[in-house]
């Protein structure tokens, strides 16, 4: 029968080349962890270089999107106070336009008016002139008439200073025949 010292002789004999496969894995294991490890390390101080890098980058992009929108709001600041520059002067030039017009209109309207005006003028005028030379007719019959009526006059007066001397005479030899 086999003796326990025996049995544990066999049983570590027996173990020994799987303690052997398992010890090389182990160290195999260290060995590629260990390398992976110095990798991952290596990686990590990359990795950690990139990202202050990166941060750097960040910043200088952030400084120049600060500086970039700076310039953009000095621009647009420009840029607006010439469109209410452009505006103003578009709306000084609409008022502008439409006292123009107003002024056109006034002037056309006074224009006409002035024709009208001038119109009834010439209508007076020719009527003046058509009044002056009835009137002027009618101051030439009254003239005539007035140089016939004192044409008669003038005869009326003859003969009445003829018919008052007459009667002087006639009343004269009354006198003188009633004195007798």
Do not use: C, Y
Not at 14 to 43: C, D, H, R, Y
Not at 109 to 120: F, G, H, V, Y
Not at 144 to 151: C, G, R, S, T
Request: proline share 2%; aromatic share 2%.
């Amino acid at each position: 029968m086999p003796t326990p010292g025996k049995v544990l002789v066999v049983l570590v004999m027996l173990l020994a080349p799987v303690w052997m496969i398992l010890i090389a894995a182990v160290a195999e294991f260290n060995k590629s962890g260990g390398s992976q490890i110095a990798s991952l390390k290596t990686q990590v101080e990359t990795l950690e270089k990139q990202v202050s890098d990166a941060r750097k980058q960040l910043d200088a992009l952030k400084a120049q999107i600060g500086l970039a929108q700076v310039a953009m709001a000095n621009d647009l600041a420009v840029i607006r106070s010439r469109q209410a520059d452009l505006q103003k002067a578009r709306s000084e030039t609409l008022e502008m336009a439409s006292r123009v017009k107003f002024q056109v209109e006034s002037t056309q309207e006074a224009a006409k008016q002035a024709e009208a005006t001038r119109d009834l003028r010439a209508t007076e005028k020719t009527q003046e002139i058509a009044s002056k030379e009835s009137i002027e007719k009618e101051v030439e019959k009254l003239k005539q008439e007035h140089a016939e009526a004192v044409e008669h006059l003038d005869k009326l007066r003859n003969a009445f200073k003829a018919t008052l001397e007459s009667n002087r005479k006639l009343l004269a030899r009354l006198r003188t025949t009633k004195s007798s």
